[in-house]
C-alpha cells in the first residue's frame, strides 16, 4: 500500500473530520478523526501527514492509518513525570549552585552532589538490568542510604527516566523522606554550626596522606 504525504487543510473538530491536500497534485482526501493515530495529538488546520488511499463502505476515496508526519505526540503521564523529574531536579542543583556562587557552600557540596546523583542513576541502571536478566540486585536500603546522602536527584531521574522503583507505594514513600532528611541537612549546613562542622570534615579530607 502506497504511503501518501499531504497537509490537513480542512478540519472540524467537533464532528472529528476534514480533508487532506495532497503534496503533489491532486484532490482533496476525507479524513475521519477514528483513522487518526491514537498515539499524537488530535488533528489541526495545516499538520502534515502521511495516510493510505482506501475506500469507505460506499466506495468513496479517503484516508486510512493516517499520522503526523513529525512531531505532534501526545503528551503521555510518563512523558510529564520525565520532564517533572528533569526540572526538580535541575532546579535543584541550581540552588546549590547558587549557594556556592554566595559563597555559602564550599564547591565540594555541588561536586558532591553530582557526583552520587551520578552514581545512583547507574545504580538504578544495573539493578533494573539485573532485575530483567535475574541477576543480583541491590538492596533498597542501599538505594535508599545512597539517596539520603544526596544522591536523590539521579535517583529521581532514573525513576522517571527508566521506570524502575516508581510504583512500588512502600518504596516511593521512604524514598520521599529521604529527599526532606537531605533538604534538611543541606540546611543545617547553612547554620554557622554546621558550616564549621563541614568546614572541619573537609579539613580532615585534605589532611589525609594520600600518599
Known amino acids: 500500500m502506497t504511503t501518501e504525504i499531504g497537509k490537513i487543510t480542512k478540519w472540524n473538530d467537533e464532528k472529528g473530520f476534514g480533508f487532506i491536500s495532497p503534496k503533489e497534485t491532486g484532490r482533496s482526501v476525507f479524513i475521519h478523526i477514528n483513522d487518526f493515530s491514537k498515539r499524537h495529538k488530535r488533528p489541526t488546520l495545516g499538520l502534515s501527514v502521511t495516510y493510505n488511499l482506501s475506500k469507505?463502505?460506499?466506495?468513496?476515496?479517503?484516508?486510512?492509518?493516517?499520522?503526523?508526519?513529525?512531531?505532534?505526540?501526545?503528551?503521555?503521564?510518563?512523558?510529564?513525570?520525565k520532564t517533572a523529574s528533569l526540572f526538580i531536579s535541575s532546579a535543584f542543583l541550581l540552588v546549590v549552585a547558587g549557594l556556592v556562587y554566595l559563597d555559602l557552600l564550599p564547591i565540594g557540596v555541588l561536586g558532591f552532589y553530582l557526583a552520587i546523583s551520578l552514581l545512583t542513576f547507574g545504580l538504578y541502571a544495573k539493578d533494573k538490568s539485573a532485575a530483567q536478566s535475574g541477576g543480583w540486585r541491590t538492596s533498597e536500603r542501599t538505594l535508599h542510604l545512597i539517596s539520603l546522602i544526596g544522591g536523590w536527584p539521579g535517583a529521581l531521574i532514573a525513576q522517571s527516566q527508566l521506570r524502575h522503583k516508581s510504583k512500588k507505594l512502600s518504596f516511593r514513600i521512604v524514598y520521599g523522606l529521604t529527599i526532606i532528611l537531605n533538604c534538611c541537612i543541606l540546611g543545617w549546613l547553612l547554620t554557622p554550626e554546621g558550616n564549621e562542622h563541614l568546614e572541619n570534615i573537609l579539613k580532615q579530607i585534605r589532611d589525609i596522606d594520600w600518599g
Open 56 to 81: 469507505d463502505s460506499k466506495g468513496r476515496i479517503c484516508a486510512k492509518n493516517v499520522c503526523p508526519e513529525k512531531g505532534h505526540k501526545r503528551v503521555t503521564k510518563a512523558g510529564k513525570q
